[in-house]
């Protein structure tokens, strides 16, 4: 039996979603090792998301199942407001899981993703957002100078190789400090990065009067969410193994892959180490590195970096997930 009316009804405006749907994914499952620091990595992503983004949006969070701390930080963040969505996983559903559920949930016309391991620079969005509606059926975004395989971006080649009203720079445009930059953290070694770069020329585009390079990255970009749900649904059957599907699907579909001539993002790693701060090193202005190299000796030769990343995956399973 229902007694009286329901006081909604009397409710006649409802909050309207942002163009843009700002969204990440945490998954810090305990604060050590490997994750000792990644807490304090993902407040300055979240801090250098409220203080430099000046274009309206909404933040949605997804958490992959972290530790409690990180998820009391988040429910704090939701409270305050500058989290407007957030979703809590029981259980971590891979990257690709994740994916399928954000790409599905974002209310905005846009979806900025981004690891929890990302800054952002003063006036990100905006950037993004002029390359992205200058340019035709844009898949993806990425806010710095990339240099990527080609075969991840043959729609993007195709289309300005035939378009004569595009016009088409190839070389080494990208100098090798901003992509060994990019590169070091990832674990790269610096002799298979230098073969890389002298290999894949990069692209550079200009089209009505808006430049950017061919190739995008799907640790960060800005992607219209039509162009996201049309490559889903995303296999879902390992952690992390699936996320070049998303590369692969966006470029399959015909859309445009691209990146920014100018530094708006940066990619912290998991750790604040070396980290300058935020003088915003757009408009072409250098970056101070970051480079942490690989140490030498036992420790760095790679069977015995193989075994001892069993050994922590052996000893994580022990931990955190027996009896789930």
Not at 10 to 39: D, N, R
Not at 53 to 82: K, M, Q, W
Not at 105 to 114: D, F, I, R, S, T
């Amino acid at each position: 039996m229902r007694i009286g009316q329901n006081p909604a009804k009397a409710i006649y405006e409802v909050a309207q979603p942002q163009k843009v749907t700002v969204a990440l994914i945490t998954y810090i499952p305990f604060l050590g090792g490997y994750y000792a620091h990644s807490l304090d990595v993902l407040k300055v992503c979240l801090d250098s998301i409220a203080a430099n983004t000046r274009a309206p949006y909404d933040l949605l969070i997804f958490d992959n199942a972290s530790c409690p701390e990180v998820r009391a930080y988040l429910l704090a963040e939701h409270e305050t407001g500058r989290i407007r969505y957030l979703t809590l996983s029981e259980k971590n559903v891979g990257k690709a899981g994740a994916w399928n559920f954000i790409f599905g949930a974002a209310p905005g016309e846009y979806v900025a993703y981004a690891d929890s391991d990302v800054y952002f620079y003063p006036g990100w969005l905006s950037a993004l957002l002029r390359i992205a509606e200058t340019f035709p059926n844009v898949g993806m975004v990425t806010g710095l100078p990339l240099l990527t395989r080609p075969e991840y971006s043959t729609a993007t080649l195709e289309w300005a190789e035939r378009s004569p009203e595009v016009q088409v720079e190839r070389g080494q445009l990208i100098p090798w400090m901003d992509f060994w930059r990019h590169t070091a953290p990832l674990g790269n070694s610096e002799a298979k990065a230098r073969a890389f770069y002298a290999e894949n020329p990069a692209v550079r585009l200009t089209y009505n009067g808006v430049r950017a390079y061919a190739g995008a990255g799907h640790f960060q970009f800005l992607a219209p969410k039509a162009a996201l749900q049309a490559a889903l649904p995303l296999p879902t059957d390992r952690p992390m193994g699936n996320v070049r599907r998303l590369d692969v699907a966006i470029n399959a579909g015909g859309y445009l892959r691209l990146s920014t001539p100018e530094w708006w993002v940066q990619h912290l790693g998991n750790t604040l180490e070396g980290w300058e701060g935020d003088a915003a090193p757009s408009k072409g202005a250098v970056l101070q590195g970051r480079h942490i190299p690989r140490k030498g000796g036992l420790w760095g030769l790679p069977p015995v970096r193989r075994v001892l990343s069993w050994m922590h995956s052996k000893t994580f399973d022990l931990l955190y997930r027996a009896g789930k």
